[in-house]
């Protein structure tokens, strides 16, 4: 069946502006992560769905960034005024369940902010 | 808080076995995990432990002893596929969910 996808691939944008990001998860798969990888830095775990509610989002850098995930399917990350801090590949993941120890990768979405 | 530690970078020839550490310290541990990595390509997972010991999957076999907080990530027969970064990561159990924590990952190069 169809792995995690993602899109954009790319993004460029301009500091300042809005930008979202979306994962198809697998099919049947009620739990989602975002995560974030920076030049030089592993990946940093940013939010976690379990069916449609997010019960953690301490991970998430600032306000400027939210997400959502609708249908139990689709989450969407959005960050607000971007900032060239925000530069990163953001990649998404899913599991079976909060129980299901491997979690599947989607291929990411590489953000740059100029 | 969450500390993961493994080397940045590794070297070694085709067919020659190379051991990858990772020691982590962190709360509600609930597994640790090996993921590889190439170059503009998203992490796949090589492994996962819970309970001490080894657990051994064709060329890779990867230990935990979590009284030490201490895994290694064992490659034999080395390839050159097989360079890439290898990403060592500690699932966390918190009341709402679970979550992996990276350590920034050992970039192998293999050479002929």
């Known amino acids: 069946g169809a792995g995690v996808s993602q899109s954009p691939s790319n993004k460029v944008t301009e500091k300042g502006k809005d930008v979202e990001l979306r994962c198809d998860p697998i099919?049947?798969?009620?739990?989602l992560y975002w995560y974030r990888q920076s030049l030089g830095q592993g990946l940093e775990f940013l939010i976690y769905?379990?069916?449609?509610?997010?019960?953690?989002k301490s991970g998430l850098p600032s306000d400027r960034f939210s997400a959502e995930r609708t249908g139990g399917s689709v989450s969407t990350l959005t960050i607000q005024r971007t900032q060239q801090e925000d530069s990163a590949v953001y990649l998404c993941?899913?599991?079976?369940?909060?129980?299901?120890?491997?979690?599947?990768f989607g291929p990411g979405t590489r953000l740059t902010v100029t | 808080g969450q500390n993961i530690d493994q080397p940045t970078e590794m070297t070694a020839t085709e067919g020659a076995i190379v051991q990858i550490n990772c020691t982590y310290q962190?709360?509600?541990?609930?597994?640790l995990f090996w993921y590889q990595q190439h170059a503009g390509e998203a992490p796949t997972f090589l492994s996962y432990?819970?309970?001490?010991g080894l657990e051994e999957k064709g060329r890779f076999s990867s230990f935990l002893s979590r009284s030490k907080g201490y895994s290694y990530l064992l490659l034999k027969e080395l390839q050159m596929k097989d360079s890439a970064s290898y990403l060592c990561?500690?699932?966390?159990?918190?009341?709402?969910?679970?979550?992996?924590?990276f350590g920034k990952g050992t970039t192998l190069s293999v050479s002929s």
């Open positions: 993941a899913s599991s079976l369940n909060r129980e299901d120890y491997e979690q599947y």
């Open positions: 769905f379990q069916g449609n509610s997010a019960p953690d």
């Open positions: 962190t709360s509600g541990f609930n597994g």
């Open positions: 990561a500690v699932r966390a159990r918190w009341q709402a969910g679970t979550a992996l924590i």
């Open positions: 432990n819970v309970l001490d």
């Open positions: 099919s049947g798969h009620t739990a």
